[in-house]
Structures are given as structure tokens and as C-alpha cells.
RNA sequence: GCCUCUGUAGUUCAAUGGAUAGAACGGGGGACUUCUAAGCCCUUAAUGUAGGUUCGAUUCCUACCAGAGGCACCA
């Protein structure tokens, strides 16, 4: 494991206290609170039903005897906080210790499913939110030890598919200057109609007079070519698929999974249909059909087998779904319990809608009205790391405003550049002084007590803190943490930039700033890579 | 109607029940001839409303107001 500050003080003060109190342990950078604090205090003065202030004295004096050499400073502060320096010597063995090789625990499994689009029209931007969370959450798992499956599930059936097919081949009727009428829940998106116009330039009126077995065979290619279109672009969003699920290949998974849910008594027949209805449930919130009276499959049953599949093959199961499909998430949680799969291994992430604004109004992004921006268009607007970045800046559960005006005009001001320009200033003194390729800074031929300014001390804070920052990451998921972390950490190396001079001077002293500045590349470098962003030498 | 989520500077977003509510963009001002000015420094401005719990509330509870989503033999 990597050391991490902020639950080693967490551990201090367990001990300390002997109990197993409810507090909190956090990093500061404001002026005079420390480089972390606690509220143990605060919390225990109840329990001693003494006065907080007391309670942190206290504590503070314990700490200061017990650990000489971890911190300079302990002190109480009102209302009853307790505020940790760390002494210098410290932070710089912790640095050393930091280049020694850690062993990754081996933790299985993770199964990871994100941006699953409907086939029946292009990604829009909404669905594509999805992919960066997705695929950091994918990225912070690896990281943390688990074997990662990234997937996608292709809903390539059903009644949706259905109204899909009808649309196509009334588009192609248009197209071949036939009268036709486009049912009320038909698809009328631009892309549906131009398909209609290709399945004409294909086949002209050849096939017109055989809807049954045609109809069927252009939806086949009009959704193969969707999810070809939909990889390709999420390949382009830098993430790629380990496993794609075709809904339309599970018929018989599906048909084993509701038999054993039917041997646990867990689906029931009413009106004719066949429903799953978990009991020691309170009320009919997760009850729904899985088969309808006639006799088809709805989308749930093979959500079931698919679920019901991962459950078996992963240890760690991550769903990754819009704020629209939050009413699924109990009948999923049904499905854990009824195949007895650990809730606490099941995560379900959600995140919130985008709104767009377009031309200073707000677009609905309905498919099948037709009406969405692309996430294609996004991405060729903003490019790769700065669409990343812009997903991964707010909480996931949060809807999202995205001025498509604006993220044309103004791309450039996205954080990422402001990370990336540090990253490329770093890189370019390293290079400077011949460090980048050939020749590597030796970490531990450098006399790391010579970095004695607030900057550089501030910015080894930083790289010490980032383990604990990516743990709590990949327990929440709370995203935004690591793209804020990363801003500060620029900024933090900027400072440095601004106020000192690398190259030049006391030789010593130079290699343990060159050695500094790599190390933040490199850590830079890691937290990009988890982000999924791109890492430019030079800008 | 029922359920869930969301209301924070002009705008887009942060803040495990804590200290002086943070950034970015926008607005206003400024510095610098060194390794990249996509940078730096200063300044401007906010918790929807009314109660409640608490030593302490943006956070928890209640009501209200405003917005989004879900409540199909759709996905």
C-alpha cells in the first residue's frame, strides 16, 4: 500500500481515544489550520461531557509526547479543533518511502458496464456523459487492485427495437415515393430518414413488396452499424470495450435465469403476463413483468440474465446509467439479493442530465423527435481531453448545463489546458537540463532536505497526498475530487514555477529541484492517465 | 397524484454536520526582459423561502416555492 496521511492520523487518533468514535480526518490548505485537521475533539467533548477546548488540549500534548517526529506542531484550536504540521523530516521519509515498489493486493474481478446507447439512433450527449465516468471508475478500480471488465450492453431488442424497424421501413416506403404514415411513437430523427434514403440508394424498389423478410434484415445492419458507429465513437472518447453484450444474443441465458428465479418462487403470473415479484419486499416498487401474455420477453428478463451473469463471473459488479434509469435501480437491487450477490459489491453510479444550450436555447434531447446535439459534434468541437475533463469536473448525480456555443468559443478555457500547460512547463525544464529520455532523475541520490521554500514543501504535500485522494475516489466515485485535485496540483506547481528558479545555481540543490519537478510530472502524469487524459510534452 | 433527485457569486460548478462557503469563466485593476503569457498578482459577487434539530446546518428534519427524472405487458 501507499502511504496514506490522512488515515495513518486517523489511526493515531483511534488509538488515542480507544474507541470506535465517529470523526473526521482532512486535509487542509488554508493558513493556520494546518496541513490536516480533526473534529475528534468536538465529537468526544459530548461523550466526556467536558469542554472541547479541553478535550482537543488534551489530546494534542498526548499526541505531541507520543509522536515527536511526525509532527512540529499539534495544536488546539476554537472552536475545539485539532490542527496537525507535519514535520518536514517526515514528509520527506514518507517521499523516500514513496519510490520503494508497492505491492498491489489482488482483489478479483470488476465488472464495469457504461454508456450502453440505444442502437436506435446516434449517441447524443446525454449517453455520453456516461463514458468518461464510466471508464475513470473502470480506471480507479484497476488501479486499486481489481481486474477490470469494461462493458457495454447493446439493446439490440424488444419493443423499442420494434417501433425502430417500423420506423425504417416507412422512411425507406417515403423514400421510394410511397404513401406512408409514421406511427405516433415512430422514430423522425434526421439520421432515421437518411437511412431510409440509403436503404433505397441500396436496394432501390426491389424489396418493397417484401416487407417480411427485409424489414427485419435492414434493422440488422441499421443496428449493427449504430453500435459500430457508437464503439467507434467511444474509441474516440479513448475508451475501449473489453466485452459487448447483444441483448439479442441472451434468449437463452434469459430463459435459465427466470427458471431458477421460478425455482426460488420468485415470479408470479397475473393478467396473463409473468412478473418477478421479490417478497420480503415492501410494496410493489420492484415488481415487474419479465414476460409478456404473449409469450415475449421484456428488456428487464434479459437484464436479469445479464445481471444474473456477472453477479456469477465478477466480485465487484458497477452499473454506470443516467438519472432516467434511476427507477431501475431497486428492481437491479432485486435481482443481487435474488442471486444472492452482496449489495455492498454492487454499485450503481448515476449521473445526472445534460442540458443542452444551443443557439442560447435549451435543446430536449428526445431520439426519437430527432432533436439532440451528438455527442459526436461535442467531441469534434472540444476534442478528446477537454470533453473528459468537462464530464469529469462536476459530481456525477448532478445535472450538467452545456452551452454548445460557448464549448465552441471558449474550449480553450477549459481546466485542462491549465494541467496540461503544467505538465509541458515541467517537462520542458526536465528536458532543459537532459532529464526527459535518455538520462532519469535517481530519487535517491538527492538531498531532498535541501527543499526548504513554502512552494516546494507545498507541492510535496501534494504528492503525498494523492494516494488517500484516489482512494476515497474509488470508494465513492465521487469523481469530481480527482479533476479538483488536479487543478490544485497545477496550481500548486505553478507557484514553484513562478517563484523559483530550477535550472542554475548550487548544483545540489538544482538536481533535488529537478528532482521535484519530475516528481510532479510523474505524478501528474498518473493522475492523468486515471482520468484518461492526454499528457502533451510541449504545448 | 405518488416516488426520487436538484435549487450556492452575473454564469457553469465545488464544499464525509465544522473554522473566514471554494474554483473557473465574466466584470474591474496591476506586475514582469530568466526554465513556455494557454501563465502570475489584486479586486468584484452567492447558500430559493419559512420553521425545526444541534455547541455548530449549504449539508439532517418539516412545510412551501421552482426545475428535472421516474411511476408501462417501453428501454
Known sequence: MEHNIRTYIEDILRREIGSDASFSVERQEMEGRGDYSSNIALV????????????????????????????????????????????????????????????KPKLGTASVEYISANPTGPMHVGNARSGPIGDVVANLLADRGYK????????????????????????????????????????????????????????????????????????????????????????????????????????????????????????TKKDGAVWFAPKDDNLGEREAVVIKSDGTYVYFANDIAYHAEKFKRADLVVDELGENHEGHVPKLRAIADAFDFPQKDFKVVVHGQVTLKKDGQVVSMAKRKGNFVMAEELLDTVG??????????????????FDMDLARAKSKDNPVYYIQYAYARASSILKKAGYVQRRKINYKKVSWPLLEADTELALIKMIL????????????????????????????FTKFYETTHVIGGQPDLEYARLALVSLFRDTMRRQCELMGISTPESM
Open 44 to 103: 468526544r467533548a459530548k461523550v466526556e461531557r467536558r469542554l472541547p477546548m479541553a478535550v482537543a488540549e488534551d489530546i494534542a500534548s498526548r499526541i505531541k509526547e507520543k509522536y515527536p517526529p511526525i509532527f512540529y506542531k499539534v495544536e488546539a484550536v476554537a472552536p475545539g479543533f485539532l490542527n496537525f504540521y507535519l514535520d518536514r523530516q517526515y514528509l520527506l521519509e514518507i517521499l523516500r518511502d514513496n519510490f520503494m515498489p508497492h505491492i
Open 465 to 492: 497526498a494523492l494516494p488517500d485522494v484516489i482512494t476515497q475516489t474509488s470508494e465513492d466515485f465521487q469523481l469530481q475530487r480527482m479533476s479538483r485535485f488536479a487543478i490544485d496540483f497545477a496550481r500548486s
Open 148 to 267: 477490470v471488465v469494461r462493458e457495454y450492453f447493446h439493446n439490440d431488442a424488444g419493443a423499442q427495437i420494434g417501433r425502430f424497424a417500423d420506423s425504417l421501413w416507412h422512411w425507406y416506403l417515403i423514400a421510394c415515393g410511397q404513401e406512408s404514415t409514421l406511427d405516433e411513437n415512430g422514430y423522425q430523427g434526421q439520421y432515421i430518414q437518411e437511412m431510409g434514403r440509403a436503404v433505397y440508394a441500396k436496394y432501390g424498389i426491389k424489396i418493397l413488396s417484401k416487407p417480411d423478410i427485409y424489414k427485419d434484415r435492414i434493422t440488422k445492419i441499421a443496428l449493427a452499424t449504430m453500435l459500430k458507429d457508437n464503439l467507434a465513437l467511444a474509441r474516440r472518447m479513448g475508451i475501449t470495450f473489453d466485452k459487448v453484450i447483444a441483448e439479442s444474443d441472451l434468449e437463452v441465458k434469459t430463459k435459465r435465469a427466470l427458471a431458477l428465479l421460478n425455482k426460488k418462487g420468485l415470479l
Open 384 to 401: 478528446k481531453d477537454a470533453f473528459r475533463f468537462f464530464m469529469l469536473q462536476y459530481a456525477p448525480r448532478s445535472a450538467m448545463t
